[in-house]
């Protein structure tokens, strides 16, 4: 059996017991005004954050998700999308589309402007997807990626980019690990399926990203996740796991290369009225302008001595230079 049959049969449990915590902590749940979840929508919440983010979400967009948990992310998609099959939920397991279509239905009965054919429920797999080619706003998808390994990966990630629009927004939420994981980690299945030891570096995980053609990518959290021990997994140190939220956009590249946000600022505090560097990045006194890591390097290699660099922040919201 395959990694990925080995994951196929923990989510199968997963969807026809639910497993609180099984592979992820519990993601927020999102108070929007109206919106009500299911306790067991909650109960099925496998993922490590959200992907629902409302400014990915204006005018309506059509939304694909893919792995589709309980349905919560779906339901909340659907919030901002109230029309017929405007939302996509894709997943390979049987059991758990089944589910999903049954927690529909108590999701009808909290919420009146809830419709269970909102969202379209389809059987599929990541690397396959069963849409035609950029025929979606935004994609979406929550702990399931850092289950892949190289050569998937690269394939999910494209399938991704083929059915997105141009400047569609891929939204996601993974596990990273920055320490190197032995190979008794790497190779253990149902720990890869818990979403535990496939984590990658995350100048891997944007790697895999921009190989894939995005040209605009987004950090937008970064946050304690798990804790490998030597007491209860195959490692002989103490590994430290985190969570990434990151939207890649499918921009075009530049000649120079992506446009990396993670959590970066300029600050100038000279005697003039402004600072403008003439590649389109004016920074007005004492007045932080987010920047990707491209610019950052571009205006610390001037040597100014009124303009600070701040580290990054891993947390980015927009209102950047690019």
Not at 15 to 37: H, S
Not at 134 to 148: H, K, P, R, Y
Not at 196 to 213: E, F
């Amino acid at each position: 059996m395959s990694y990925l049959d080995t994951t196929k049969d923990v989510y199968k449990k997963a969807a026809e017991t639910p497993d609180i915590g099984l592979c992820c902590t519990t993601n927020p749940i999102w108070e929007l005004p109206g919106l009500k979840i299911p306790k067991i929508m909650q109960e099925m919440n496998y993922g490590c954050g959200s992907t629902v983010h409302p400014r990915d979400l204006s005018r309506n967009p059509k939304i694909l998700y893919v792995g589709v948990g309980g349905g919560m992310e779906l339901l909340q998609f659907a919030y901002f999308s109230r029309e017929k099959g405007k939302v996509i939920g894709v997943d390979v397991v049987d059991e758990m589309l089944e589910a999903s279509q049954a927690n529909f239905k108590e999701a009808e009965a909290l919420n009146p402007w809830f419709s269970s054919d909102f969202v379209s429920l389809r059987k599929g797999d990541a690397l396959n997807l069963p849409l035609e080619n950029e025929s979606v706003d935004v994609a979406a998808q929550n702990c399931l990626f850092n289950i892949f390994k190289d050569q998937e990966l690269k394939k999910a990630v494209a399938e991704m980019y083929r059915v997105l629009k141009p400047h569609g927004r891929l939204v996601m939420s993974d596990p990273t690990c920055e320490q190197e994981m032995n190979v008794t980690l790497r190779e253990d299945e149902r720990l890869r399926a818990l979403c535990l030891s496939g984590s990658l570096p995350i100048d891997q995980y944007v790697k895999a990203l921009t190989d894939a053609g995005f040209g605009t990518i987004e950090i937008r959290a970064r946050k304690p996740y798990r804790i490998l021990d030597p007491g209860h997994y195959p490692t002989e140190e103490l590994i430290y796991i985190e969570s990434i939220e990151v939207a890649a956009i499918k921009d075009p590249m530049p000649d120079d290369g992506p446009c990396i946000f993670t959590g970066k600022a300029a600050i100038y505090y000279g005697d003039q009225p402004y600072f403008d560097d003439k590649k389109g990045h004016v920074l007005m006194p004492n007045q932080p302008l987010a920047i990707c890591d491209k610019t950052a390097a571009a205006l610390a290699a001037l040597n100014r001595n009124d303009i600070f660099i701040s580290p990054s922040t891993y947390h980015y919201d927009g209102g950047g230079c690019c």
